[in-house]
């Protein structure tokens, strides 16, 4: 089981557990946000659905991403800002 790998208004994670386990190998998870339902079945295949641009496009960034890419982000220091580094909104 993973964790969401950020907080989002109205998430789902802490209700998840009152919620049945998907019987098909498929979830589809509307108001996708951090995937609070899905994450805790990364067995099964995943379709995320969110209308936010900002949320679909985190997602469709961790999807395509290579382990590379995400390993050479830099860390964000006490007193940084993560908008002071230049990266695109999806890696921010």
């Known amino acids: ?3 969401p790998f950020w907080a989002f208004y109205g ?14 190998d498929t ?3 509307p108001f996708a ?10 067995d ?3 379709i995320l659905v969110d209308r936010d641009p900002v949320i679909t496009g985190v997602w469709r960034y961790l ?3 290579s382990e590379r890419e995400i390993l ?7 007193g940084e800002d993560v908008c002071d580094l230049g990266l695109p909104q999806e890696a921010a």
């Open 1 to 3: 089981m993973l964790k």
């Open 11 to 24: 998430g789902k994670w802490r209700a998840a557990p009152h919620y049945p386990p998907p019987q098909c």
């Open 27 to 29: 979830i589809v998870e």
């Open 33 to 42: 946000g951090a995937a609070g339902y899905s994450t805790r079945y990364p």
């Open 44 to 46: 099964r295949n995943v």
């Open 63 to 65: 999807i395509q991403v």
């Open 72 to 78: 050479s982000l830099p860390d964000v220091h006490a």
